[in-house]
């Protein structure tokens, strides 16, 4: 069976990998981190920064599958510092409307590239 890829236009990849596939009725997003698309760098600034930069790289994934926000249905989100949860928090409030999606939050000790934040999520048709 052939994967059923997409990439986007505005999200970048930093390895072998798809920025999303599909499975059934189910797009699984690769994670993002918080690199600008147009300087191919990590997002300066703080964890505020890198987690919006996170969701517009997302969303350009979900928009170039023919998706959007409301669409998601689990998200995991990886920090590096557990301190910076609710910062964090306070960003993803306002990417998603009630009922929000059933997320995972996880401490790490280290993200590609020295990113702060990486998320991924899982979407439905």
Do not use: W
């Not at 994670?31 to 997002?43: R, V």
């Not at 994934?61 to 998200?75: Q, Y």
Request: glycine share 6%; net charge negative.
């Amino acid at each position: 069976m052939t994967r059923k890829c997409i990439n986007a236009d505005g999200a970048v990849a930093v390895g072998p990998y798809s920025h999303a596939v599909e499975a059934g009725d189910l797009l699984f997003l690769s994670g993002q981190t918080p690199i600008d698309p147009q300087t191919q760098k990590l997002s300066e600034g703080n964890i505020v920064e890198q987690t919006k930069q996170c969701f517009k790289n997302l969303f350009k994934v979900l928009e170039a599958s023919g998706l959007t926000p409301d669409n998601v249905e689990k998200v995991n989100v990886f920090l590096t510092n557990m301190d910076d949860f609710a910062a964090m928090n306070e960003v993803y409030a306002t990417q998603f409307s009630a009922p929000y999606p059933a997320r995972t939050t996880i401490g790490v000790a280290s993200l590609p590239l020295g990113a702060q934040i990486e998320i991924e999520m899982i979407a439905r048709r």
